[in-house]
């Protein structure tokens, strides 16, 4: 049975509860941090990560009509990662299907050129292949999207970019805000923060985006399914079923489970069973061990570069 989508809700209040949610239990646990064990404050990693899920969702148009409305739901930074603008557009790009995990193209490709790969010292080896576990994903991989995203970034502004100039200044404000709360309003030192809550909830977000994607001669192998727990699947707002994200990208997520229920067969057989079962899964085969090289195998799959 085909599944039927319908048009999106005006107020789609699932989100706005959850967003509500997010929001409280950080400010909860923000507010109590010393009187609260050390060992609580990461269960705010969780509610962390779940909000940049939910900028996901803003950006692909939810959960109202009015763009700058969504947006300003989302507004404030838990991770202090990078611009809401910037991802979203990049995010967007990376939309455009027939170019998933090229390095070049695709702004959320992990691989590199072989040329690339080839010439690369021995520290960018170090670091890069550490980062193409799981384990490394989550160690080190929020660091290491850090400075690569951000030293493309100010490259280009200081070559006088305004439009990620203005990006990165919202940015600013959205960190200040993030900032004063914690720091000001709610007395928490930032490296306790930081540490406990901020980049665990980077680590956690990574997870999904691990084997997301990877290199296939057709472009429909490229997305993963993964069958997960609702541990996972609540905090990634279910695009473990990236291939029903990909389908649909403005499909709320609540209405997601029903529409990869009802093409289930079908959506497998798109993706060849590029299918996990369950994020344990994922663990156990790539915690210590990369689940491909990180030089992209077949450049032949990818469109020539000059293609538009």
């Known amino acids: 049975m085909a599944y039927v989508e319908t048009r999106t809700a005006r107020i789609e209040w699932p989100t706005i509860g959850l967003i509500a949610l997010v929001y409280a239990v950080l400010g909860t646990l923000v507010w109590n941090h010393a009187v609260l064990p050390w060992w609580v404050l990461p269960i705010g990693a969780y509610f962390a990560a779940l909000h940049a899920s939910l900028q996901h969702e803003a950006l692909h148009g939810h959960p109202t009509r009015k763009r700058w409305f969504n947006e300003a739901l989302v507004f404030v930074t838990p991770t202090f990662w990078l611009p809401y603008g910037r991802y ?4 967007l790009q990376h939309h455009h299907d ?3 995990t090229d390095p070049v193209r695709d702004p959320e490709s992990y ?3 072989p040329d690339e790969w080839a010439t690369a010292g021995a520290v960018k ?5 550490i980062n193409h576990t799981l384990a490394g994903r989550m160690l080190i991989g929020p660091a290491v999207s850090i400075v690569r995203f951000w030293s493309s970034e100010w490259a280009l502004i200081l070559k006088g970019d305004a439009y990620r100039r203005k990006e990165w200044a919202l940015f600013a404000v959205a960190c200040a805000v993030s900032f004063t709360l914690v720091t000001v309003v709610a007395g928490m030192p930032f490296w306790k923060y930081y540490l406990l809550i901020a980049y665990p909830g980077l680590s956690l977000a990574l997870v999904r985006s691990y084997c997301e994607h990877q290199a296939a001669a057709d472009a429909q192998h490229r997305t993963i399914i993964v069958e997960a727990h609702p541990f996972w699947s609540l905090l990634f ?7 029903a994200h990909h389908s649909k990208p403005a499909l709320p997520w609540y ?6 229920a009802a093409d289930r067969d079908e959506m497998i057989t798109r993706n060849n069973g590029y299918t996990m079962k369950g994020y344990s899964e994922i663990f156990r085969r790539y915690f210590f ?3 491909e090289p990180l030089a992209y195998p077949d450049l032949g799959w990818l469109r020539p570069s000059g293609e538009k």
């Open 98 to 100: 027939i170019d998933l």
């Open 237 to 243: 707002l279910f695009n473990n079923l990236h291939v």
């Open 111 to 113: 691989y590199l050129l």
């Open 255 to 260: 209405r997601i489970p029903d529409y990869y």
């Open 289 to 291: 061990k990369a689940k």
């Open 88 to 91: 979203r557009d990049t995010h």
């Open 125 to 129: 080896r170090f670091f890069f292949s």
